[in-house]
């Protein structure tokens, strides 16, 4: 699962509205939706990315196709944020749909993000895949 939405689910953006999601975007601890906070997210994103690095052979490639959110959790980490207590950098990391992102994890160290976002064989990505609606 991506990310339990909680009383957003099945509901639009203009349902939700944009204060109510910019505020769940900005804070690591909103749940005033009955969902899931983006700190949340980013914790249980991040354990499982450990759990399945550790059962990866060393030196091996390991591919993990994810949601959005998944994938910015992730790349915030790797790219030094505070996934904790500071969740507001996550929303500009710019994920289109269907696109990929790699990201190098030494055996000590932080890790290196090689890309993100990109689309093979497209030039350029829609707004559509840009705001992450499909």
Same mark, same amino acid.
């Given at each position: 699962?991506? #990310?339990?939405?909680?009383?957003? #689910?099945?509901?639009?953006m203009e349902e939700i509205g944009a204060e109510p999601?910019?505020?769940?975007?900005?804070?690591?601890?909103?749940?005033?939706h009955n969902g899931e906070a983006l700190a949340?997210?980013?914790?249980?994103?991040?354990?499982?990315k450990e759990e399945l690095l550790e059962q990866s052979p060393w030196g091996s490639t390991t591919a993990l196709t994810s949601h959005m959110w998944v994938t910015r959790s992730i790349l915030a980490d790797a790219l030094g944020y505070d996934t904790k207590?500071?969740?507001?950098?996550?929303e500009s990391l710019d994920i289109p749909t269907a696109s990929i992102s790699v990201v190098e994890y030494p055996r000590e160290g932080a890790p290196t993000v090689v890309y993100m976002g990109v689309k093979p064989g497209v030039l350029e990505a829609?707004?559509?895949?840009?705001?992450?609606i499909s």
């Open positions: 699962r991506e #990310v339990d939405r909680g009383d957003w #689910v099945g509901l639009s999601w910019a505020e769940w975007n900005a804070s690591p601890d909103y749940r005033e949340d997210v980013a914790a249980r994103v991040l354990a499982a207590a500071d969740t507001s950098k996550f829609s707004e559509t895949d840009k705001a992450g």
